[in-house]
């Protein structure tokens, strides 16, 4: 009577050691049929199936689905006949048998080499325990040849001790054995070739039974075929359980992997059998897999086709070696593959130079460009999957031809270039080289690339391009570096992409690669060698100019700061932030004189003394202009007063013919230039954005002399305070300015043309404050409004706009203030001289602050962005250490700003949609300002404080406030958002009592703890 036969553990790769039990997908009792999928399994690194080559009934114990079971140890077993199936215990005994199945903790080592084939047979030592077999070392490799032998006949063996290396179609490669015992003969020789799962050699148990003697010689098959009989002496043992590859059963090569799905040994090795290709069966196992049933259900391939021409040439050839063949074969799986190409040149000279900087190889650098162009078209990293399918594909491995030491290319596979860095990259690139040149790649270090480049830069060719293989869309052949560029090749398959596409990525490419500063961050110091006036210029005294000037003049710079006006300190100081906040002050204090009642202080009316609140006004701005420009001298920075323009790269013309002494008003240009020219190393253009009037009708008109329409430039000259007033635009500026104004005592309406006002601040807050303000008594602000026109003069103006409804309005004020926004004017700068890109109306940076010339940044209120003076100024600091060699960067989502009304709304970071528009999983928590004591005490009780986390790191992206106060509290929001903070961190911060921060401790342990709980409920 047979022994029920054991289903073990396999060992489905070669550094498999246990495996976890996915599913049974057979149930108790259930008939098995030779070839059958009875479980999947776990393995180090894919689920995959486990087949049974034997009939018979399943039968218990049967390991549980999610153990762990090391390899070689019993899963279930296979009994003859339904009554000898056993659902539970101990393994089971077949009738009339005395002693069990091999006990279900030993290991597959333990099992005997099974004998083998015929000729084989006779081989196999005595007490053999296990069988080394020829494995399957890549997914294209059927037979291997012995490179040597690591431990000879005799030698005690360790769980994973190397005892052979041998070579496959692509390197050579180590064979590990994951069973203890003593080496044993008969050993293939070395040089000889054996079947994948053919016997190498063999492990005894004791040194007694050890056969020192080799296998004899046998001829070797025809490569890539595995003819019947071609086997060593050893033949290949059969294993018990399924995974072992059973190709060796017939001696029959393997077919191929299908792309992008799995195949069961057996059913890859009846289609290797029957020449069918596997990529064009449906498969029905477990998500798609293709068993054997589909392959044995599939007709057999026809006979090759008439195919390639048999060409006659004298001489004999010989058989390729296994590179060769590998190589020949991709070629010819290119032929399938309709493909174009796409050329542009591509300087790779500040490339090269940023790589060396960073101590990388070009190539890695070049990849990992080649993973950023990808962000921006995807596509080129899918492919094509037979039949119809297109495979997308989010990781970038990029394939990067090497030459062996013995000839032959290999593709070494440099994976995730899109999220890893260059350092990383860079290291992995170096062993994976050193490596390949030898041929000692792993399988998996060679295969599976979704992008391929090949570089043949350093051998001087003009150009050339390379062949796309199966499984890949694109590859990018790189010629040698000209003065004009190099050029670079993309071949690409036009089943997934078209020629535009492969175009414009090839665009995105040439930027990354000519502006890698852009990405790879600072290359060293940017101030060429040269004999300049100045190392760096920069043009425009706001808060951006000023801040970067000292910046650089503090670390020994000479900088000249060129500003059309007296003084330093631009629209902040002048015409924005501080006189804007000089009559905000006053504001607050007729609001907090009406607002004390509630704690028992009679109220006296306040009454605004205009000319005093302006002389105040006007004194701060020319004690703090004063005060800067004495600092600017101080620290060495030449002050020019004058208007720039570009003259050249390296030239800047000082105008000094619209120069005034009134520091209030923004200058104009004079009609007849006059002035100096300047050279420099590098500049930086800090000239701000002046107000932006659209064109309304009469809205230009109005802004003459006399007219009743004014801008954040004029309203600074208003004799007195308005009566009435219309403001158009509801951000920040209009608000601030409307706020106020009616606070001052000024019947004022603000109109506004899309749906809601503040448009970048978070709207729950934005809307919040939309009813906080519409309360003050003498404020309206109306939405979704259309302006027809404005008429009038100053003290009559009219204003004629269509509400939501399309209902026609006019209003009568004593001036319209246009809050309509801010605009780069790049005209007078003679940009086109130097070639500085633009975006929109403003000049493109990337990170670093640095225009599309290397030598030439831009900062503040003229590139795209928050139009703040911070952020001026922080831009500022970042151009200076750039210029200086630094790596510094601006983040805008880092960024942060206040809109001064009452209550003041005030931001940092990331609101929830933002978070989730780049990705991340974010949640947020709120709380009132009315509950907190403080808020009570001084009756500030509008407005509400949010704190936004990323769910996975708990770490604070984004704080929003409406509150007054705001512009203190989001002080310690700042630091949250920029240090990175943890919810637990925040939480466990000591708060003072009573203040309003205590409000963010409880905020961020009560956010905490509502991810702790949700956590929880998700594990159950
Ligand atoms: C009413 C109002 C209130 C504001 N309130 C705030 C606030 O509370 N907080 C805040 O953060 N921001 C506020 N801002 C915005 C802030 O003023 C600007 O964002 C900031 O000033 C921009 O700084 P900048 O250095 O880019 O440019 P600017 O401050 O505009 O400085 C540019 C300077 O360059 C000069 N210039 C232009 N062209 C040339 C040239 N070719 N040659 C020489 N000089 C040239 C200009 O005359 C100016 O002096 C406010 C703005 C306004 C209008």
Not at 409 to 436: G, I, Q, T
Not at 524 to 538: M, Q, T
Request: glycine fraction near 10%; charged fraction near 20%; hydrophobic fraction near 40%.
């Amino acid at each position: 009577m047979a022994e029920p036969y054991v289903i073990k553990m396999p060992q489905l790769s070669d550094t498999m050691t246990e495996g976890v039990v996915v599913s049974w997908e057979k149930t108790i009792g259930e008939k098995v049929e030779r070839g059958d999928i009875v479980a999947t399994v776990e393995t180090d690194k894919a689920i995959m199936d486990v087949e049974v080559f034997r009939d018979g009934y399943l039968s218990g114990p049967l390991a549980a689905v999610d153990s762990t079971v090391p390899v070689g140890e019993a899963m279930a077993y296979l009994v003859n006949g339904a009554d000898d199936v056993q659902r539970e215990g101990a393994a089971p005994v077949q009738a009339g048998e005395e002693e069990p199945a091999a006990p279900a903790a030993e290991p597959a080592a333990a099992e005997p080499a099974a004998p083998a084939a015929a000729a084989g047979a006779a081989a196999v030592p005595e007490g053999a325990s296990y069988t080394i077999s020829m494995q399957q070392l890549s997914d294209t490799m059927t037979e291997g040849v012995v490179v040597s032998w690591e431990k000879k006949p005799g030698d005690r063996i360790e769980r994973g001790t190397v005892v052979a290396t041998v070579e496959t179609d692509k390197a050579i490669m180590d064979l590990e054995v994951f069973r203890e015992g003593y080496l044993s003969g008969p050993l293939a020789p070395v040089d000889s070739t054996v079947l994948v799962g053919g016997a190498m050699a063999y492990l005894v148990d004791s040194p007694e039974q050890v056969v020192d003697e080799e296998a004899a010689p046998v001829a070797a098959a025809p490569t890539g075929t595995a003819a019947p009989g071609a086997a060593p002496a050893a033949q290949p043992a059969v294993r018990a359980a399924a995974a072992t590859p059973s190709v060796a059963l017939s001696g029959a090569a393997m077919a191929s992997r299908p792309h992008g799905r799995g195949a069961t040994p057996y059913a890859r090795a009846i289609a290797g059998q029957r020449g069918i290709d596997l990529n064009g069966l449906r498969g029905s196992g477990p998500a798609g897999v293709i068993v054997a049933a589909d392959v044995q259900g599939a007709p057999a391939a026809a006979p090759a086709p008439a195919g390639f021409p048999q060409v006659e040439v004298p001489g004999n050839g010989r058989a390729m070696n296994k590179l060769e063949k590998a190589i020949s074969d991709a070629m010819t799986g290119s032929l399938s593959m309709p493909t174009f190409r796409v050329t542009t040149h591509i300087k790779l000279g500040a490339l090269i130079k940023a790589s060396k900087a960073q101590g990388a190889s070009v190539t890695v650098t070049i990849a990992k460009a080649c993973a950023l162009a990808m962000q921006q078209f995807p596509k080129m990293n899918w492919c094509y999957q037979p039949q119809d399918k297109l495979v997308e594909r989010a990781n970038v491995d990029i394939g990067m031809a090497v030459s062996t030491e013995g000839g032959g290319l290999v593709v070494p596979v440099l994976r995730n270039c899109e999220s890893r860095d260059l350092d990383a990259l860079n290291e992995d690139f170096k062993d994976l080289v050193e490596r390949a040149r030898t041929r000692r790649l792993k399988p998996e270090e060679y295969t599976g690339s979704t992008f391929q480049i090949s570089n043949m830069g350093m051998l001087g060719v003009s150009h050339f391009d390379a062949i796309t293989t199966p499984g890949i869309t694109a590859i990018l052949a790189i010629a040698a570096n000209t003065e004009q560029g190099s050029a670079c090749t993309i071949t690409a398959d036009h089943r997934v992409v078209n020629g535009a596409e492969a175009a414009m990525y090839l665009k995105a490419l040439k930027e990354l690669v000519e502006q890698p500063e852009s990405w790879m961050g600072t290359t060293g110091p940017a101030v060429p060698e040269g004999d300049w006036d100045y190392d760096v210029v920069v043009v425009g005294g706001g808060p951006g100019g000023e801040d970067c000037a000292r910046d650089l003049a503090s670390h020994g710079m000479k900088v000249a700061l060129i500003n059309d006006a007296p003084f330093p300190g631009g629209e902040c100081l002048w015409r924005g932030c501080i006189p804007s906040k000089a009559w905000r002050a006053a504001a607050d204090r007729i609001r907090d004189r009406l607002d004390d009642e509630h704690l028992g202080i009679t109220p006296g009316k306040p009454k605004l003394d205009w000319n005093k609140l302006e002389a105040s006004r006007r004194r701060v701005l020319e004690t703090r202009g004063d005060m800067a420009l004495k600092t600017d001298n101080g620290v060495k920075i030449k002050y020019i007063q004058g208007f720039g323009r570009f003259v050249d790269a390296h030239t800047v013309f000082i105008d000094t013919s619209g120069n005034s002494a009134d520091p209030h008003t923004r200058a104009r240009l004079g009609n007849k230039p006059q002035g100096e020219s300047v050279t420099f190393g590098c500049a930086v253009i800090a000239t701000g954005a002046p107000p932006f009037v659209p064109p309304i009708p009469g809205a230009i008109d109005g802004l003459a002399e006399g007219g009743g329409v004014l801008t954040s430039d004029t309203v600074w000259s208003l004799p007195e305070q308005p009566k009435r007033l219309v403001v158009i635009g509801g951000g920040a500026i209009g608000l601030e300015m409307a706020q106020l104004m009616q606070d001052f005592g000024a019947k004022v309406t603000l109109l506004e043309a899309r749906d809601r006002i503040l448009a970048e601040v978070e709207p729950e807050i934005a809307k919040h404050l939309t009813g906080v303000l519409n309360d003050d008594p003498r404020l309206d602000i109306h939405t979704s409004v259309n302006i027809d026109k404005i008429s009038g003069k100053a003290g009559a103006v009219q204003v004629a706009y269509k509400d939501a409804d399309g209902k026609r309005h006019t209003l009568k004020a004593d001036y319209v203030i246009m809050g309509t926004g801010k605009r780069p004017v790049l005209d007078g700068l003679d940009l086109d001289k130097i070639g500085v890109a633009t975006e929109g109306p403003a000049i493109k940076v990337d990170v670093h602050c640095r225009t599309s010339l290397g030598h030439v940044f831009a900062i503040g209120d003229v590139v795209p962005g928050y139009m703040l003076a911070h952020t001026a100024a922080q831009q500022g600091r970042v151009a200076a250490a750039t210029i200086l060699g630094e790596d510094m960067r601006y983040d805008q989502d880092k960024d942060c700003g206040v809109i001064f009304t009452r209550p003041e709304a005030a931001f940092v970071g990331l609101s929830v949609e933002q978070a989730k528009a780049k990705g991340i999983d974010a949640v947020e928590a709120k709380v009132p300002m009315n509950i907190d004591a403080k808020a009570m005490i001084n009756n500030e009780q509008h407005g509400l404080i949010k704190l936004v986390a990323d769910k996975q790191t708990q770490r604070i992206i984004g704080v929003h406030l409406l509150a007054d106060h705001a512009d203190t509290l989001i002080g310690e929001a700042v630091m949250m958002v920029s240090a990175n903070l943890t919810l637990e961190q925040v939480g466990n911060a000591i708060h003072p009592h009573p203040t309003q921060t205590e409000l963010f401790g409880e905020l961020a342990r009560r956010l905490a703890s509502r991810l702790r709980r949700s956590a929880k409920v998700k594990q159950k």
